[in-house]
């Protein structure tokens, strides 16, 4: 190792701990000042215009950088196959890996809501009355369902009219598409007519993450206002509040993540687990702390390329459509949410019902925008369809910043996981200068 090699890898280990730090302390210090001041008005106004702004900036900064990054990754990832057969055979690992992987995810959180009925046994009448209370806060979700599509329009808006118009929208999945599909005109023209834009979107590409390697320095800092926000306005509540549906999500999620993975892991990415979690710890904190796939992208592209020693053209391909299509954390807590609120409302859900709202939450975590809250209204308008009443989203309002974390983490390391599984079983169709020579033999 260079040395230069190894002082940026003793900066990224110091950046962890920061982050780390920047958690702890935040957490910390907002549940002192909940448990001291939850009602005094400073708390409202350092929330309001220092801790709250700081993490907002700390994300439009992220957010600025992404789609220069998600267009220009997931072209150059395209384009690197050379060929259609590569690209064929990475595309459909993918696209097997997501949606039996995500199968996998749901059925574990429907089975074990069912197994421990969270929602069940609640008095109609309390049921009705904190229905009532959620509403207001409900509204603002539950007013977006009118605005969903059709899975029909929801289909054909995926092929973009105006990719400007999509990205100031910021419409990932049409991005994507047209992202792809300028990564297969690359591959099918003579590469002597293409150098020069190759390397302007590979200039693009690096330029964006050298620019996020700056905000990313600010992370602890962001991290600290994210934690100290949440815990001084929800405080202990965030334990103590709802603790049996929040339990049900966390073991859910908790399977998926420990169970689940490190099996695809050993088995199919031709990795050893334990050295996967302690190469990913950097964007684990991040997504944590963001609660986005999009925010913790740019991260999860360093940690594939400096820590996994994944190829280039798959790692960046597999997450940045990872990023809105595989999310399994998302389509856990979806199944989890509805089926809680239907036991609550003492709506009983046939074996058909519970069916259909599997194939929803697996449609839901390939098709939901990777910010924060994005499954809310998905929910709300899974649960209409149910008869169950959509405001009743409000009662668990309260708890979802801390369950979006979870959720956006498994996601996350589902993304860098998905990466790891189809590299190792591309390798073979990759050309050998997009091969890692730390990666050429994976150990068991």
């Known amino acids: 190792m260079t040395a230069s090699g190894g002082d940026e890898e003793k900066r990224g280990t110091r950046l962890q701990y920061y982050m780390l730090a920047g958690f702890i302390g935040g957490l910390g210090l907002g549940l002192i000042v909940y448990s001291l001041s939850r009602d005094a008005a400073w708390v409202g106004w350092t929330v309001a215009t220092v801790t709250g702004p700081i993490g907002q900036i700390f994300l439009r900064l992220l957010f600025m950088l992404v789609i220069p990054l998600l267009v220009s990754a997931l072209i150059i990832g395209v384009a690197d196959m050379r060929e259609m057969a590569t690209l064929k055979v990475v595309g459909l690992r993918t696209l097997a ?12 959180s429907l089975l074990i809501v069912n197994i421990i009925r969270p929602g069940a046994g609640v008095d109609p009448a309390v049921a009705q009355a904190m229905l009532a209370q959620s509403a207001a806060g409900a509204r603002s979700i539950t007013s977006t369902v009118v605005e969903q599509k059709s899975a029909m329009e929801q289909l054909i808006s995926v092929v973009p009219t105006n990719i400007i118009a999509a990205m100031s929208a910021n419409d990932i999945l049409a991005v994507m598409f047209f992202a792809l599909m300028f990564g297969i005109g690359f591959i099918l023209t003579p590469e002597d007519k293409t150098v020069a834009l190759r390397s302007a979107i590979e200039g693009v590409f690096e330029i964006s993450m050298r620019l996020i390697g700056l905000v990313i320095k600010i992370a602890p800092l962001a991290i600290f206002c994210f934690m100290f926000n949440l815990a001084a306005q929800f405080g202990w509540d965030l334990i103590f509040r709802l603790f049996s549906y929040v339990g049900v999500v966390v073991l859910a999620l908790g399977i998926q993540m420990f169970v689940t993975f490190p099996i695809l892991l050993k088995t199919l990415g031709r990795k050893s687990p334990l050295a996967f979690y302690r190469e990913v710890r950097e964007p684990m904190v991040m997504a944590f702390a963001t609660a986005s796939s999009n925010a913790t992208l740019p991260t999860s592209i360093q940690a594939a390329r400096e820590q996994l020693k994944l190829p280039d053209a798959v790692a960046r391909f597999v997450l940045t459509i990872g990023a ?11 199944g989890v949410t509805v089926l809680f609120l239907a036991q609550f409302f003492g709506v009983d859900l046939t074996l058909g019902q519970q069916f259909s709202v599997m194939l929803i939450c697996v449609l839901g975590g390939i098709g939901t925008a990777g910010i924060p809250a994005a499954t809310l ?8 369809s149910l008869g169950v009443p959509p405001e009743g989203i409000g009662l668990v309002l309260g708890v979802d910043r801390f369950l979006d974390m979870c959720r956006t983490t498994v996601n996350v390391i589902g993304d860098l996981v998905a990466a790891q599984v189809v590299s190792a079983g591309a390798m073979k169709s990759l050309p050998p200068d997009q091969i890692p020579l730390e990666n050429a033999e994976q150990p068991a």
Do not use: H, K, R
């Not at 809105?324 to 979806?334: V, Y």
């Not at 209204?377 to 209409?384: C, F, K, N």
């Open 377 to 384: 209204p998905v929910i709300a308008l899974i649960l209409g």
């Open 324 to 334: 809105t299509a595989n999310q399994n954390g998302s389509a856990m807590f979806e």
């Open 97 to 108: 890996y997501t949606v039996g992987v995500s199968i996998i995810a749901v059925s574990i």
